[in-house]
């Protein structure tokens, strides 16, 4: 009851606007910031590496994402046992992720050994964030949504 107050008062509206807005805002200023102090080359690898991650949230997704929401939200009858599924499925993709992952990053010049770890960590947290945000907006918590966003 009290959730559903604050939730019409204008700085409520206003924080979520801003939680959604600054890390964009941010990202942007930074890659500004980047183009103009850094190597051409370092520049490049920086943009690869943040595509791929960006590109590695739909792959590692499938897609499945539309599918589960809906059926939690369909049927309410045991949902934790839904997304425990969900998760399960998305630790099996993340596991081939990994292996084709090490076996395609390794064959890249500019990244050594321990950048293929911490890319394939990036991916999988990016996606699990992603994921997790997807669920809280569907249960109707979008304040906390937006704070996993920021």
Do not use: W
């Not at 499938?62 to 399960?88: G, H, P, W």
């Not at 911490?118 to 945000?133: A, F």
């Amino acid at each position: 009851m009290k959730y559903n107050l604050l939730r019409n008062l204008p700085f409520y509206k206003f924080l979520n606007t801003a939680l959604r807005i600054f890390p964009l805002g941010m990202k942007f200023l930074f890659i500004a910031i980047l183009s103009k102090y850094v190597s051409i080359e370092d520049y490049g690898d920086y943009l690869l590496i943040a595509t791929t991650i960006t590109i590695s949230i739909f792959v590692l997704g499938l897609d499945y994402y539309n599918f589960s929401i809906r059926n939690i939200l369909k049927e309410k009858i045991d949902v934790t046992t839904k997304i425990y599924n969900a998760f399960f499925l998305y630790f099996l993709i993340y596991s081939i992720f990994i292996l084709f992952g090490n076996i395609f990053f390794e064959n890249i010049s500019f990244i050594k050994k321990n950048g293929v770890v911490l890319i394939i960590l990036l991916c999988i947290t990016e996606h699990l964030n992603q994921e997790i945000y997807r669920l809280q907006i569907a249960f109707k918590k979008i304040l906390t949504a937006n704070v996993i966003f920021f």
